[in-house]
């Protein structure tokens, strides 16, 4: 940042503009690792020691570091995914294969998306290591946590944003936020990875609090949480989201080896059928409140059909299930329904 707009900010904001003002190495060294014997700890720790020494500043440091992290981890998975709904010899795996996206269509998400990150997330991700120290969040500390505690606190992450996610879903289906937030997200009746994030600000803003609230939350009753377990988490959390709405189920999918997991057949379902499956990384809430039996008594039709007559079942059976849901989504539109039907 340039000299006359440090000065600027010291003048009218000096708490801000503490923010942007770097060290030299030294100067870093000492503030940051004054009493921590760097020659003491493994390659990583060394590594992530130098790049705060480097940057001579935690918080572009950390606000750099999450931002980059996340644009890597969200577009790395999802790319993948426009590369595969490319080469036809995977529709054998996918769910919905007579819906394909147009060139446009995913131009358009993406134009969404890149302006979401920028506008909406990008600041409130340079935000994040004040608020981090606020809740005491280890961030440039070294060394990091124990991986027994790491894989304990990012369990507890899933099943926490698992629960938000579930009922913020719900709500965002109500008539209101539904019509003026949520309908932008429902324009894929067959999503696609890259969707995973193709939503209204305030969507994002809401949805996202499931994500980063369970770190917060862990913090006022523990104080071994290091923010690198918090990237962890939030790099399985991005895969999750963006495999969820990839639109392919694999034989070797997660849900085949986890049986509660939900993943992508259980999501698709959700934009096919429109009010069911609101869950994210697990079935259990919508198994417990019946929010999922549309797709359960699907299931159970689809297991009664010859492998031969499967094919042709399923594209009817999909061109029904959009209907009705296409329907559903107008009567929420029209507030004449306030909450998801089961069957």
């Given at each position: 940042?340039?000299?006359?707009?440090?000065?600027?900010?010291?003048?009218?904001?000096?708490?801000?503009?503490?923010?942007?003002?770097?060290?030299?190495?030294?100067?870093?060294?000492?503030?940051?690792?004054?009493?921590?014997?760097?020659?003491?700890?493994?390659?990583?720790?060394?590594?992530?020691?130098?790049?705060?020494?480097?940057?001579?500043?935690?918080?572009?440091?950390?606000?750099?570091?999450?931002?980059?992290?996340?644009?890597?981890?969200?577009?790395?998975?999802?790319?993948?995914?426009?590369?595969?709904?490319?080469?036809?010899?995977?529709?054998?795996?996918?769910?919905?294969?007579?819906?394909?996206?147009?060139?446009?269509?995913?131009?358009?998400?993406?134009?969404?998306?890149?302006?979401?990150?920028?506008?909406?997330?990008?600041?409130?991700?340079?935000?994040?290591?004040?608020?981090?120290?606020?809740?005491?969040?280890?961030?440039?500390?070294?060394?990091?946590?124990?991986?027994?505690?790491?894989?304990?606190?990012?369990?507890?992450?899933?099943?926490?944003?698992?629960?938000?996610?579930?009922?913020?879903?719900?709500?965002?289906?109500?008539?209101?936020?539904?019509?003026?937030?949520?309908?932008?997200?429902?324009?894929?009746?067959?999503?696609?990875?890259?969707?995973?994030?193709?939503?209204?600000?305030?969507e994002v803003l809401i949805l996202a609090q499931g994500t980063i609230s369970g770190p917060f939350l862990y913090c006022l009753f523990r104080?071994?949480?290091?923010?690198?377990?918090?990237?962890?988490?939030?790099?399985?959390?991005?895969?999750?989201?963006?495999?969820?709405?990839?639109?392919?189920?694999?034989?070797?999918?997660?849900?085949?080896?986890?049986?509660?997991?939900?993943?992508?057949?259980?999501?698709?379902?959700?934009?096919?059928?429109?009010?069911?499956?609101?869950?994210?990384?697990?079935?259990?809430?919508?198994?417990?409140?019946?929010?999922?039996?549309?797709?359960?008594?699907?299931?159970?039709?689809?297991?009664?059909?010859?492998?031969?007559?499967?094919?042709?079942?399923?594209?009817?059976?999909?061109?029904?299930?959009?209907?009705?849901?296409?329907?559903?989504?107008?009567?929420?539109?029209?507030?004449?329904?306030?909450?998801?039907?089961?069957?």
């Amino acid at each position: 940042m340039s000299a006359v707009a440090i000065g600027f900010l010291q003048k009218y904001a000096p708490v801000v503009a503490d923010q942007f003002i770097t060290m030299n190495a030294t100067q870093t060294q000492n503030a940051l690792y004054g009493d921590v014997n760097l020659e003491a700890l493994n390659w990583l720790e060394r590594t992530w020691a130098s790049y705060y020494i480097w940057m001579g500043n935690p918080v572009l440091a950390t606000g750099l570091m999450s931002f980059m992290l996340h644009e890597i981890v969200y577009f790395g998975r999802a790319i993948p995914w426009l590369i595969i709904g490319a080469i036809p010899f995977f529709n054998q795996w996918k769910i919905q294969p007579d819906k394909v996206v147009t060139k446009a269509q995913i131009w358009k998400c993406t134009k969404v998306v890149l302006l979401t990150h920028f506008t909406c997330e990008l600041p409130l991700i340079y935000a994040f290591h004040p608020i981090c120290c606020y809740f005491g969040m280890a961030t440039y500390e070294v060394p990091f946590s124990p991986i027994g505690i790491m894989a304990a606190q990012i369990a507890f992450f899933f099943v926490f944003e698992d629960m938000f996610h579930y009922w913020a879903h719900r709500a965002l289906h109500y008539g209101p936020l539904y019509k003026n937030i949520h309908k932008l997200h429902h324009e894929f009746s067959a999503p696609i990875g890259l969707a995973a994030e193709y939503a209204h600000p305030l969507e994002v803003l809401i949805l996202a609090q499931g994500t980063i609230s369970g770190p917060f939350l862990y913090c006022l009753f523990r104080k071994d949480l290091h923010i690198l377990t918090v990237y962890i988490w939030i790099t399985l959390r991005l895969w999750q989201a963006v495999d969820a709405h990839s639109g392919y189920d694999f034989p070797w999918s997660l849900r085949h080896f986890i049986p509660f997991w939900a993943g992508a057949d259980h999501h698709d379902y959700h934009h096919m059928a429109f009010n069911n499956c609101f869950s994210t990384s697990f079935r259990w809430w919508d198994f417990s409140l019946g929010t999922d039996s549309k797709y359960h008594a699907y299931k159970e039709r689809m297991a009664k059909v010859k492998a031969s007559q499967r094919a042709k079942w399923e594209k009817d059976e999909h061109e029904k299930i959009t209907k009705e849901g296409l329907e559903a989504e107008r009567l929420v539109l029209q507030g004449k329904i306030s909450k998801p039907k089961t069957l």
